[in-house]
């Protein structure tokens, strides 16, 4: 069983910044793509970034610039470094990791969720 856990949100002024974490831990072989969505009110989720196992990156073109993802694969936890946050930044943000488990008889790979971590600027 794999647990994703998310934390670093919080209440921020419009300009300032926060680091999110996300951290994978339970039985697995590997972590491949891990990526960052956030739902806001009334919203649907929406994909903000992701970084493959070997590192690239790709974002949502309304964070480009702004937030920037990375990982420490020693530490199974990926981050999420969010800069210059506007008030529309506000939502709950989700992480997402594509898990590889090597059982007996096959390999699995599925997705896990974690809880969300609440993200609120103000203006």
């Known amino acids: 069983q794999v647990q994703v856990v998310e934390s670093g949100g919080g209440l921020v002024q419009a300009g300032e910044s926060l680091n999110l974490s996300c951290a994978v831990t339970?039985?697995?072989?590997?972590?491949?793509?891990v990526s960052w969505f956030r739902q806001a009110p009334g919203k649907q989720r929406q994909f903000v970034a992701d970084i493959t196992a070997d590192g690239d990156t790709h974002s949502a073109d309304s964070v480009k610039g702004r937030f920037t993802i990375s990982r420490v694969n020693a530490k199974n936890t990926v981050y999420l470094q969010l800069n210059s946050l506007r008030p529309e930044d506000t939502a709950v943000y989700y992480c997402?990791?594509?898990?590889?488990?090597?059982?007996?008889?096959?390999?699995?790979?599925?997705?896990?969720w974690g809880q969300g971590t609440q993200v609120t600027v103000s203006s």
């Open positions: 339970g039985r697995m072989n590997a972590i491949n793509t």
């Open positions: 997402n990791a594509e898990i590889h488990f090597e059982g007996d008889y096959e390999d699995v790979e599925y997705d896990s």
